[in-house]
């Protein structure tokens, strides 16, 4: 019993890491009033960017910064879109969507079934003797240790800094911004791009270190669950960290039962994080959207 | 969505002359020849010649064969559409048309497997109608209830959906005779759509565009068409004024949910004749963009559902005479729809 606990936990830190990068882009643009639907066509393009630069240079780094690069290219167009030219900000994240679909099938078919080099896991000395900890949280690979800062640092960051509090002003009140001599749309298409480039991020881990391999659509709608889980974490960056790694025990727990012969339909299981994510909305009901940054609900209503 | 501190200038009719059509033709001309550019772009990059790949592929799309196809990628897509255009008058945005055009499809499946003789289709599109309605109505009793965005509830429901049409597709409902690939056993002949005499095209089209004439008839000359734009435009007015504002958004709702699984299940007895993965293409969401395309108005809505069921034709075309993925087509699609969203439309003064 406490080994299948170990390997549902591990699972859901193995598979919840892309969503949460995502996740994470998506409350940055959230928080400055922006909601990114593009954010699944970013992963994509950060997945094969990602997987293609490592098979390029040899070097997963590289495709990492590339991940991200991408990602972040494929949002800007969002940005434009939404913060210049006023255009709706659902329709045109869906079509950032298909543009993004579209590009990595394009240029990505050249990279379905080629080997590149990826992340491989690494044991943390001592931290990962750890009893259950230690198997759960630190057997993974590097990215995924990124991923253990990224979320505790954008909570700070958004709490204490000075970028962080223009971000949440652009947010909550962007003529305030305009009092004070700033650009809120400048700071909210910043922040539309930072978040497209984690996003990238987390599509690139996707492929070089949790999947290993590149094919069409392979993100599989982790971009859509990192835009409720936006909003299930009520725009809180730790939650963001807690709600992915629960989509990611429900990704891992039929494998996990089907290995000890208890045989699971999966699409059940599938179902789950948006069922609880659905039940945690209609129980919190309005107090979800009053905790969402003032402009945001605009977008909302 | 930038707030704008210097006042808008008010377009005077006495001062400055109404733009004519010629220069709105002339920006659909620049936003469409900028997107085709950006294409050809992506096809050199990609080792493909774009003048001949373009040519092939305007070349098939008005084939017969093409045309005929185009007709029966236009049904479903139209009847989503109006799923969008509906509830939006009412001020709802409803993303959910993939989950419910799927749920369309699962229930007038289901109804297929246990009915047969003349009364399953008329059965079969009557469950798909109310499938879709009951996926649409879980998102609106939500918001009208406990005041959850349906925005976020109708995209999360798509998932769920997907998940609903797999499970029954790897286990209950599966063909046993079936190849390897799950699917539910392929509907019997009198199931299916008859076909308009003479072609290769299913009856949905009729039932697809008489709904958007009704959707259209419905906006524009019935009381409860005004109360969903007073609800729309104004929902404390529409209250103030009496109106029953929950009634009206679930009604709208409803409707839209129907006509989105009324899509589903059209597909389904027209073109696929079982249920499998992949089985809705992102009809649900393609319609979504084809109703903000046509700023949900119902009859532009058709004229959009049928220009990028065309779009996704060529693609695949793009696969058979370039050998580019047919999802290469999305990029197209993409282009056209960002340059026509953001550089054609009237500027909104929000």
Known sequence: MSDLVVDVLTGAVRGGTAIMFAALGETLAERAGVVNLGTEGSMLVGALAGYAIAAETGSPWAGLAAGAVAGGLLALVHAVMVVWRRSDQFATGLTVMFLGLGLTSLFGAAYVGRAAPGFDPVAVPLLSDVPLLGEILFQHDPVTYLSFLAAPLLWWWLRSTRGGLLLRTAGERADVLHVHGYRPGLIRGAAVVAGGALAGIGGAQLATAYAHAWFEGMTAGRGFIAVSLVIFAAWRPLWVMAGSYLFGAALALAPALQARGISLNQFA???????????????????????????LRRVFT | MTTQLTPTPVASPLVSPKPGYLAAAGRWTGALAGAIAIFSVLLIAKGANPVTTLVDMVVSMTSGFSIEQIVMKAAPLVLAAMAVVLPARAGLANVGGEGQVIIGAVAGAGVGLVVSGPAALPLMLVAGALGGALWAGLAVMLRVTVGVNEAVTTLLLNYVALDVMLYLIYEPWKDAQ?????????????QRLPLLSGTAVHAGIILALLAAVAVWFTLRHTAFGF??????????????????????L??????????????GVIHLAGVEFKLRPGLTTNIGYIAFLAAWLAR????????????????TVGGDSLQLDSGLPA????????????AVLGWTAKRSSS
């Open chain 2, 178 to 190: 079936g190849s390897g690939q799950p699917a539910t056993p392929p509907l019997s002949i009198e």
């Open chain 2, 327 to 338: 999802a290469t087509v999305n990029v197209l699609m993409a282009l056209i729809l960002l």
């Open chain 1, 269 to 295: 299981l599938d179902a789950l994080p948006f069922l609880i994510t659905l039940a945690i909305l209609a129980i919190l009901g309005r107090r979800t959207l009053r905790a969402a940054p003032e402009e």
């Open chain 2, 296 to 311: 949900h108005n119902p009859l532009p809505a058709v004229a959009a559902a049928f220009m990028l069921a065309a779009i």
């Open chain 2, 227 to 248: 109360r969903l734009a007073v609800t729309g435009g104004n929902p404390e007015a529409a209250r103030r004024a009496g109106l029953r504002v929950g009634r009206l």
């Open chain 2, 250 to 263: 679930l009604t709208a709702m409803l409707l839209g949910g129907a006509l989105a699984g009324l899509a």
